[in-house]
């Protein structure tokens, strides 16, 4: 069984900064893009930023010079480092990632995370 589990959120004063980590563990055969998504209260779940099997990444325009994303050798852990954070950050932030589970298998992309707040106090 396949899962995804987050760590590294907290509580942060503007301006500081978090490292959230997102590992994959199971059994599966390859792990193609990866995305970190944002939910706050009240608002619908946005993805924050992407990066592709071959490194290539993606920012939404409100996070971009500020989240790098990144994944490690083995593709099977990610990262996104938040600077100069800010209050409208503040949400719960989902890793999700395109899983194949055997070589015979379709990408799926429905592997998600539970979730770690962030809380970017003013």
């Known amino acids: 069984q396949v899962q995804l589990v987050e760590s590294g959120g907290g509580l942060v004063q503007a301006g500081g900064s978090l490292r959230l980590s997102c590992v994959v563990s199971?059994?599966?055969?390859?792990?193609?893009?990866m995305d970190w998504y944002r939910q706050a209260p009240g608002k619908q779940r946005e993805l924050v930023a992407s990066?592709?099997?071959?490194?290539?990444?993606n920012y939404a325009d409100s996070v971009k010079g500020r989240f790098t994303i990144s994944r490690d050798a083995t593709r099977d852990t990610m990262s996104l480092q938040m600077n100069s954070l800010k209050p409208e950050d503040t949400a719960v932030y989902y890793c999700?990632?395109?899983?194949?589970?055997?070589?015979?298998?379709?990408?799926?992309?429905?592997?998600w995370g539970q979730g770690t707040q962030v809380t970017v106090s003013s």
């Open positions: 199971g059994s599966f055969f390859n792990i193609g893009d």
């Open positions: 990066i592709t099997r071959g490194g290539k990444t």
């Open positions: 999700n990632a395109d899983i194949t589970i055997t070589r015979w298998s379709r990408p799926d992309r429905g592997y």
